[in-house]
């Protein structure tokens, strides 16, 4: 069994992080946490915090990173919502017991030292959530 704890944060995938940021910090005030390179994934996020939840802005690294395709399909915009569980190997083993359909059927690095997985959309009505166990 594992439990869900919070809404971890809300990824939006942007073109420019840097413009994007200027935005929650000057104009809404908020501290952003610095930013990072995640290679694998080929994104370069930057985490705001807000209260016990967070925002990612996520920009590509490359043309053809996972967020340069969401954002020439879809456009900038929400990209995926994170939700804090206690045990992410847990998690999973249990989602994938119910059938639910997994991206990652294991856990991968993610940003800020977070352990992260996926689950496809197909499964959540049309949005893709990341389960995320931060130790």
């Not at 920009?59 to 969401?70: L, N, R």
């Not at 059938?99 to 197909?122: C, N, Q, T």
Request: glycine residues 10%; aromatic residues 6%; hydrophobic residues 40%.
């Amino acid at each position: 069994m594992f439990k869900v704890l919070r809404v971890d944060h809300i990824g939006i995938a942007v073109k420019d992080l840097d413009a994007a940021k200027k935005f929650y910090t000057d104009v809404l005030g908020m501290a952003a946490q610095g930013e990072e390179v995640i290679e694998p994934q080929k994104v370069k996020v930057c985490f705001i915090p807000s209260g016990d939840s967070e925002v990612e802005l996520l920009e590509s690294t490359t043309p053809d990173g996972p967020i340069a395709k969401f954002i020439e399909k879809k456009g900038e915009g929400i990209q995926h919502i994170a939700l804090r569980v206690d045990n992410i190997e847990n998690a999973l083993k249990d989602l994938k017991a119910k059938g639910v359909r997994l991206i990652d059927e294991s856990p991968r690095y993610g940003a800020g030292g977070a352990s992260i997985a996926f689950v496809h959309p197909k499964a959540t009505g049309g949005i893709l959530l990341e389960l995320s166990e931060r130790k």
